[in-house]
């Protein structure tokens, strides 16, 4: 078959036959929704583009990250118009680098040590959290507002203690918490902010007249590309920032802890491999295998960098449909607002919403409302961990009652792992799809 062919001649005819592929088995077969269909809560969005752009990559075979990586983390780096960013293997990853990151002895008496606190709240995902416990730092959880889901900012001051050395916290569901009030706080105070904005990649807030992506107000920024989220490469991850000195400590522990910023496949960069004295290293002992932090290996497939290429180049008209399906989910669930309390934006913000969250009014229970929804096959989820700290993984820590702490009361996040949830909005929705969806609410509080 390639006998008289180039590989570039071979390589052009399998990625062709690749696309009338993907168009015949993947697209053209797409079924028109029809009422009682499955309605998932996210799933992935792509073309031929994404997998011809997969095969491409891996016809080269390189694996780890190349140069579809460097083009993504460029790519990204100018839509969201930071400095540095940094692809790993998952949003989970990008919240322990970024957390990783602030316990760097080269950031002094600014960094992060055991015993030191984190504000952060108990209603959302746990790998928010999860660093700073595992690091041995110790989360400080605030209560949430109600509809905005977010931490509430006006108990910043009393959590704050001589221990306080951050906070660090998600936008939820893509409404940005109130950036102004935090950033602020952070500023008096001189804390590191880390927001997770794997739930809000897109979002926007403007902040002294100026508008900003979130993700990119605070220190460090976090995001996630599994399935379900704003756009996918399978699994992945990115942290970015504008501090130089944050990038450094992100780049190496995300690379092995080593302290040579050469990538993989490339050797002394610097041009100073053998001929530097580091700890109490033989002098000249190869740079590339200095170690500047106690690291992990944390990095993405080049392949999983393909199909992000492909997704960020339609990122923009997935955040525009994300926003439409919401406002139209919105405006037809208005009439239940006395039965459901309807989610709103924060202050400032222009989200990029990752679903709907609804939290049932007094008399309207969601152990009714929720097995209707799903009964008519439309998948719902809760608000994550809901209280995280009723969790099993907090059974030993509430048995001794170290290793967290509590300010005030977190009446709202109980209220939230009691009565709230939420559906999708994701791209791939159509408008026949949102308005079975608010048909089948409205059923469900009305039961």
Known sequence: MFEK?????????????????????HLDNRK?????????????????????????????????SG???????????????????????????????AFMALTSPLLGD???????????????????????????????FIDVTIPQYNMDVTMLEEALSDKTKAVMAAHTLGNPFDLKAVKEFCEKHNLWLIEDNCDALGSKYTLDGKEYFTGTIGDIGTSSFYPPHHMTMGEGGAVYTNNPLLNKCIRSFRDWGRDCVCVSG????????????????????????????????????????????????????????????????????????????LPAAATDSDPSWFGFMMTCAEGTSRNKVVPYIESKNIQTRM???????????????????EGFRVVGTLDNTDRIMRDTFWVGVYPGMTDEMIDYMAKTIIEAVNL
């Open 5 to 25: 062919m180039t590989e570039e001649q071979a390589k052009e005819q399998i990625l062709n036959e690749v696309k009338e592929y993907c168009q015949k088995f």
């Open 32 to 64: 028109k929704f029809e009422e009682g269909d499955r309605i998932s809560y996210a799933s992935r969005v792509y073309d031929t583009d994404e997998m011809v752009n997969l095969v491409d990559s891996s016809l080269e075979f390189w694996l780890t």
């Open 67 to 97: 140069r579809y990586t460097k083009q993504f983390e460029t790519q990204l780096a100018k839509y969201l118009n930071v400095k540095y960013c940094s692809l790993v293997n998952s949003g989970s990853s990008a919240n322990l680098c």
């Open 110 to 140: 600014r960094a992060i040590n055991r015993g030191d606190e984190v504000i952060t709240v108990a209603a959302g995902f746990p790998t928010t959290v999860t660093p700073i416990i595992q690091y041995g730092a110790v989360p400080v």
């Open 266 to 341: 490339q050797d002394n960069m610097c041009g100073h491999r053998f001929d530097k004295q580091y700890g109490e290293l033989p002098l000249g002992y190869d740079h590339k295998y200095v170690y500047s932090h106690f690291g992990y290996n944390l990095k993405a497939t080049d392949m999983q960098a393909a199909i992000g290429c492909a997704q960020l180049s339609k990122f923009p008209s997935f955040v525009e449909r994300r926003k439409a399906n919401w406002n139209r989910l919105r405006a037809a669930l208005e009439c239940v607002s006395d039965k459901l309390i």
């Open 383 to 401: 608000l994550f961990a809901g209280n995280l700290i009723k969790h099993p993984c907090f059974d030993t820590m509430r048995s001794t009652g």
